[in-house]
């Protein structure tokens, strides 16, 4: 066989595989928008191993964009999930707020 017909079919494969991979995940900036918030978090070595595996792979250009890719993707499989969890922490905030306040004017009143 020859060496460029073997090198498209390596092509094509490594392309299944990215596609493989990759299934739903997007690549690059998560549905459209820009990433613009660093996350800075620790990982097992194991895991770190198989990102650098698919950097290595050309299927990701870094561990972050990785990383990126499967939280999205994690995060969108439970969309609605998500969804009720930030409008609880929401809530949570505004009465949390609201309890700082009335605690800031009992302290103004006891001081008069």
């Known amino acids: 066989m020859s060496r460029k017909r073997k090198q498209k079919e390596t092509g094509t494969t ?4 990215r596609e493989q991979l990759l299934g739903g995940l997007s690549v690059g900036a998560p549905s459209g928008k820009k990433r613009e918030v660093s996350v800075m978090t620790r990982m097992s070595g194991d895991i770190v191993e198989v990102l650098d595996a698919l950097v290595e792979l050309d299927i990701f250009k870094s561990r972050s964009e990785a990383v ?3 939280v999205e ?11 009720e969890i930030k409008t609880q922490a929401s809530e ?7 309890a700082k306040r009335h605690a800031f004017e009992a302290f103004q009143e006891d001081s008069k």
Not at 14 to 17: F, G, R, V
Not at 73 to 83: D, N
Not at 92 to 98: E, N, P, T
């Open 92 to 98: 949570i905030r505004k009465l949390r707020d609201s």
């Open 14 to 17: 490594q392309m299944s595989l």
């Open 68 to 70: 990126s890719a499967f």
């Open 73 to 83: 993707q994690a995060i969108i499989a439970r969309g609605s999930m998500f969804e």
